[in-house]
């Protein structure tokens, strides 16, 4: 009895030896896909779909489909004052705009392109070095895999114009002193 109950649990692990992993975009599918983003305030028209191409450990060919994984990327948030329970939601959604009216920028100007899923606010720790306690970050989920690095650069090139202007600032200001 316990090796029939052990064969039934193994039957139900699927394993893939990944050859390559591509996406392509497709209109959502209703019951799988999301269909509805709250942040855009109507349907979603297309989402990623994320292919492996394998084989089983039987030697069986694969071609997976995998749906509802968005591409995503963090943005920190902790050297600005913000009360997740008061202030969050309005926060998350100036950055969503923001980058939503950013990448339609770059991109081709009369587009019905989506960029922007949603964000949220999630406390982590940063990856990189020792940090001994969880920081605040924006997650914010797009729709093209592409679009994480233009949103990477284009929030980079923000905070170089800000950090650039306070340093002026600060020069300016000690200038003025001698």
């Known amino acids: 009895m316990a090796a029939s109950a052990g064969s039934q649990s193994d039957s ?103 960029h922007v899923h949603r964000c949220s606010l999630v406390r982590a720790r940063k990856f990189y070095g020792y940090h001994p306690s969880e920081e605040l970050f924006v997650k914010v989920y797009l729709y093209f895999p592409h679009d994480v690095s233009r949103a990477a650069n284009h929030l980079l090139v923000q905070f170089l114009k800000l950090t650039l202007t306070v340093n002026q600032f600060q020069i300016f200001l000690l200038a003025d002193c001698f």
């Open 12 to 114: 139900k692990i699927f394993s893939v030896r990944i050859v390559s992993i591509d996406h392509y975009m497709a209109p959502p599918i209703p019951g799988v896909d999301i269909c509805y983003s709250s942040f855009q305030g109507g349907k979603v028209n297309e989402v990623p779909v994320i292919r492996v191409y394998g084989s089983t450990p039987a030697g069986q060919k694969t071609c997976l489909h995998v749906h509802g994984a968005f591409p995503y990327l963090y943005v920190p948030c902790s050297d600005i004052p913000i009360n997740p329970n008061q202030d969050g939601d309005a926060y998350t959604n100036s950055v969503s705009l923001a980058l939503e009216k950013a990448l339609k920028l770059k991109g081709n100007a009369g587009s019905k392109r989506q």
